[in-house]
Nanobody, 123 residues
Framework: QVQLVESGGGSVQSGGSLRLSCAVSGGTVGTYSIGWFRQVTGSRREGVAAIDIQGTRKYVPYTEGRFTVSRDNATNTAYLQMNNLRPAETDMYYC?????????????????WGQGTQVTVSS
């Protein structure tokens, strides 16, 4: 069974950076599309950044080049580098893995998900 474990969240001031990790077990990270999503309890999950099996990246516009999604096949881990963080980006962040994903920022298409890691950005 594929399992995803997020880590790397924390508390930073506005303008700070975090690198979120998504450790994959039970599967090979390079064979899945990987999406990063954010969600506050009681709200809808939203896509942030994703990478497909071809290596094509997609980002929501507000990231404005500040975020980078990647994967490292050697460590079987996906990453989300988050630079110049803003308070509005405070949230729980989740990684998701899926096969046959049409739109990699879709919250509806992934088959596997992690438990999330908290990102808090103070002003």
């Amino acid at each position: 069974q594929v399992q995803l474990v997020e880590s790397g969240g924390g508390s930073v001031q506005s303008g700070g950076s975090l690198r979120l990790s998504c450790a994959v077990s039970g599967g090979t990270v390079g064979t899945y599309s990987i999406g990063w999503f954010r969600q506050v309890t009681g709200s809808r999950r939203e896509g942030v950044a994703a990478i497909d099996i071809q290596g094509t990246r997609k980002y929501v516009p507000y990231t404005e080049g500040r975020f980078t999604v990647s994967r490292d096949n050697a460590t079987n881990t996906a990453y989300l580098q988050m630079n110049n963080l803003r308070p509005a980006e405070t949230d729980m962040y989740y990684c998701e893995a899926g096969l046959n994903i049409r739109w990699i920022l879709s919250v509806y298409e992934y088959q596997h998900w992690g438990q999330g890691t908290q990102v808090t950005v103070s002003s």
